[in-house]
């Protein structure tokens, strides 16, 4: 968990980079969050990166800047369970009772569906390995056992979004890969965040060698498509604020 990266030269910077980037990273000073992830890997039996305890804790912190904002929250793309425990988590520290109700969690849990051209080579690959298939609804059922109300639908996005209850969000959350599910995920979402909502999207980049293309593209045709900004975090998800 705590491994170190080794620093290194930036290729576009002139200058070399002399620090460690774990140095800098907050989630480490916060036991809260790393007794929540902790807690969520083992439920979710994910294992830990690096990348992936700092991008999750950019999600609970956006979270946390949607607080009072009425609305549902929602993950399309949920593997096993991880990032939506994170979620749950820390909606039960607003409201103690807290059990799940207004959170709304959309997989296939048959892996990614067919990449497409925009998608490249590595998603083909990935597609074609059968990435995301060790899951199933009973163990995402298994690791949100703590919050026994959520609302787990199983299904192929778009099509799955017509059995979700029409309502508002104030928080969502995409992380589908590949380039149809999350244009549609976005089409879906945005227009029914209240305003202040915050819909994050993973695998965006752009870090040297991000593979994920077509998430790429989903978000930057989005984007112009609606006419509105987004912002990638250093972690490499991207966050659009509903204005
Ligand atoms: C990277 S994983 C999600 C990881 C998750 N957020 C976590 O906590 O670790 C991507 C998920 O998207 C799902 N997925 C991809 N395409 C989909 C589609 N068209 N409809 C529904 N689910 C899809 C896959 O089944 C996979 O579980």
């Not at 980079?17 to 929540?36: G, I, K, Q």
């Not at 956006?62 to 096993?80: D, H, K």
């Amino acid at each position: 968990m705590n491994q170190k990266q080794t620093p290194q030269s930036v290729p576009a910077a002139e200058f070399e980079v002399t620090d460690d980037v774990s140095d800098h990273a907050s989630h480490l000073f916060l036991p809260e969050y790393l007794a929540a992830y902790s807690a969520g890997l083992k439920k979710s039996q994910m294992s830990d990166s690096a990348s992936r305890r700092s991008r999750f804790f950019h999600i609970c912190q956006m979270l946390q800047l949607t607080r009072g904002i009425p609305g549902s929250t929602a993950e399309a793309g949920v593997f096993r369970g991880l990032s939506s425990y994170l979620i749950c988590h820390y909606l039960r520290r607003e409201i103690s009772t807290f059990n799940g109700e207004t959170h709304f969690m959309i997989d296939s849990f048959e892996g990614l569906s067919p990449p497409v051209e925009k998608d490249g080579e590595f998603s083909a690959k990935r597609h074609s390995e059968g990435a995301f298939t060790r899951t199933s609804l009973e163990h995402v059922r298994e690791t949100l056992s703590d919050f026994s109300g959520v609302n787990i639908l199983k299904g192929w996005i778009p099509d799955v979004f017509g059995r979700l209850p029409q309502q508002n969000y104030r928080f969502v959350h995409v992380d589908v890969d590949v380039y149809e599910p999350t244009l549609a995920s976005f089409r879906y979402f945005f227009p029914r965040l209240s305003p202040g909502g915050i819909m994050m999207c993973d695998d965006f980049g752009p870090w040297a060698g991000n593979k994920w293309a077509g998430c790429i593209g989903a978000v930057n045709e989005f984007a112009n498509e609606m006419g509105v900004v987004y912002a990638v975090l250093d972690t490499g998800n991207v966050m659009f604020i509903k204005r």
